[in-house]
């Protein structure tokens, strides 16, 4: 399988240099030359199905066998041994839940298959690099979970002291491995995001650190996301539901890495009837597809930080689709949305690709709380405030005669503070992190400054 970059003028490439390079040198994102078919029989066994729904993305690159004990390896770090479990939630209604695995929320799905790949093609080529990246909280953990075991891989991830929570916290300082490094930049958020782009526009310094990212424009992380979408339709099928006019999908969004993934499941042929793009305040996507325009405003914090964004970068892969992968006209509308702070798709356009899957829900604070609420009293489940986001748009747009599933991101634990705010229950924390308070932490503090902060990755590199 050959990759292409979403604007054009960026080299092909294979499957495992597309995932080495994460961005194309053109700016774009890489995507698949075709989609392709899922097999006609799929297993159940999570990690089984995983090897199968990917193996077509990445073609002769990786044997069978390899391919398989990755993904097991990957996936038994999982708390729940169908590692997705589907669950109801109400009628026609269920959840995926999608927080099994070590840092409680849906990126481990990818992140953990992320570190085993990527150390198998370093190996294979006989290289090693450094990740470094900025956090506001879920990412960095699931990153450094990800990798911690990796031989070729080191990691660094900076996080604004003071301004994630200590759940968060705890989770990327108390991991002791020689090849992980956090580093708490007395700043904020942006100004870690702002360090990283630094150090990546400094040529030099990203060469001799062998510099990567492991951001949600991966390709590998979008493929790995495929797959519980199937696992999804298998578990329903599997317990008497019809899935024959297709399965309904929501999915609290942010960056559309993970709805995008539901939209490539269903180009590769999953049952999918419609996909539910759920936003908090934040609602970009929902005024896009009320619109056909995609304008950015400013970020407003809320309760689900996770989707607290305004440019959703992985659109572009669908954009690019929508304009019959024509790549100079999707450079040329994404130039425009960055000087302008807009771009539109035409009507015919928005027929073809978007009306016939695509639904959009915005949830605001105060209904995210209801919605965790109403869903504790009806069921006695506490829910995560993303996860409420999705609910309420599955609600939204829901039918009596196809079955609805609200993908479940993050673990209610990891956001104590708003579910006990609506429920008046604080969730405690899984076992396996019930000790996390016991831990000693490993940080270092650094300046908000472009030298300290290379001065501190140069040192840890090197092995000081
Ligand atoms: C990252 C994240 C999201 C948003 O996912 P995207 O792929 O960016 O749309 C939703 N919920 C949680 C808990 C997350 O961590």
Redesign the pocket.
Known sequence: MQYVSTRGTAPVLSFADAVLAGLATDGGLYVPQVWPSAPDTLTTDYASLAASVMAPFIGDEIDANTLQKLCSTAYSTFRDPRVTPLVPLEANHWMLELFHGPTL???DVALQFLGQLFDLLLEQRDEYITIVGATSG?TGSAAIDGVKNCSRVKIVILYPEGRVSDVQRRQMTTVNSPNVKTLAVNGTFDDCQDLVKAMFNNQKFREQQRLSAVN?INWARIMAQVVYYFSAAQQLASSGVSISNGVSFSV????????LSGWIARQMGAPIHQLIVGSNSNDILTRFFATQEMRALSVQPTLSP??DIQVSSNFERLLFEMNNRDGARTADQLGRFRSEGAFAVSPEQYNTWLAPVFRAARCDDATTLEVIRDVFEKTGQLI?P?TAVGVFGARQHQSADIPMVTLA??HAAKFPDAVEKATGSRPSLPAHLADLFDHEEYVTTVENDLEAVQNAVARFTAGA
Do not use: L, Y
């Not at 609290?252 to 709805?259: A, H, L, M, R």
């Open positions: 929320a849906f990126k879920d949600s609290p969004t942010g960056n559309f890495g993970n709805v996770s989707m995560d993303h991101t993050a």
